[in-house]
């Protein structure tokens, strides 16, 4: 069952309040694990209604708030939207990173609405929780999460960031719609890539996730969320594994907030100036060729 929301989600919870937060954190993981959505370690839903996908987000509150408009979210008549990426910021105050504010949205989101609010697991979360050295123009995102963490929880700090974990932990690694049909979509945070094609379980969407998943390197989330350079029959193979004609990503780059990875994938970058998300309609959704033709710039005017 899903409730309105305020216009701002998160302004109903104390955010600076360890207790609220890690309240909120906890109610998020369980309505990501026990949503009717959540088949194995993925969202299942039917292709019927829209669908407002993004990609990665690295804490921009304004596209962030533009992606929950478009969506409709506490309207009582939403689209499904996915969000990935969420931390890791780019603007430090001080040296430190507070985008778990970002993060506290997308949780209240979640919470708010279930079924139609998708958390896709992305390689920056999963760095956050597993303590992996990312070096993001010469910051060290983790230790930057962290000491804003800890600048507005003080002695309260680890009990926010094991909360953290619990929601990181229960997010999906994908959202896929009309599995089994010539074009049925997958969105990801990204793919494994060729690699680690050896070593990935390609049953992974299919089961609960385990800790052994999350290993560097080795564990089949891991490996999906930080793929790069996937070759076309790779791709090709995945969506004749997966049943899927379309996969919709983030991970790299796009100049342009979105680039076609043929035959069958799309970039998108949510968080820069030329950040764009896509409404696809999900009864009728795009081929490869014409899924450019569902993006939609993030910035007004």
């Keep these: 069952m899903t409730h309105d929301l305020p216009a ?60 929950a408009e478009m969506a409709g979210l506490g309207t009582g008549d939403p689209s499904h939207v996915t969000l990935h990426e969420v931390i890791h910021s780019d603007r430090l105050v001080n040296g430190m990173d507070l985008s778990h504010r970002a993060l506290l949205r997308v949780a209240a989101l979640k919470v708010g609405d279930p079924e139609h609010v998708h958390t896709i697991l992305a390689n920056h979360e999963l760095a956050q929780i597993i303590g992996s050295g990312i070096v993001k123009d010469g910051v060290r995102v983790v230790e930057a999460f962290n000491a804003g963490v800890e600048y507005v929880f003080g002695d309260e700090t680890d009990d926010v960031l094991a909360a953290i974990d619990a929601f990181i932990r229960s997010m999906p690694v994908a959202l896929i719609s009309g599995r089994g049909a010539d074009r049925g979509l997958l969105c990801a945070h990204s793919l494994p890539g060729p690699d680690v094609w050896d070593r990935f379980d390609f049953g992974v969407l299919d089961r609960p996730l385990t800790d052994e998943d999350y290993v560097p390197r080795r564990g089949s989330a891991h490996l999906i969320t930080w793929g790069r350079r996937q070759k076309p029959e790779q791709l090709e193979e995945l969506a004749q594994r997966w049943g899927v004609g379309l996969f919709i990503l983030g991970h790299d780059h796009a100049e342009q907030g979105y680039a076609i990875k043929p035959p069958n994938a799309i970039v998108l970058n949510s968080d820069h100036a030329r950040g764009v998300a896509m409404r696809i309609d999900l009864a009728d959704p795009p081929t490869p060729e014409s899924a450019m033709d569902c993006v939609v710039p993030l910035a007004h005017g």
């Design 8 to 67: 701002d989600p998160i302004a109903a919870y104390d955010t600076r309040s360890a207790p609220a937060v890690v309240e909120l954190l906890h109610d998020s993981a369980e309505a990501n694990l026990g949503a009717a959505c959540r088949v194995g370690s993925a969202d299942v839903i039917e292709p019927a209604g829209t669908l407002i996908a993004t990609g990665d987000l690295h804490d921009n509150p304004v596209h962030l708030a533009r992606v």
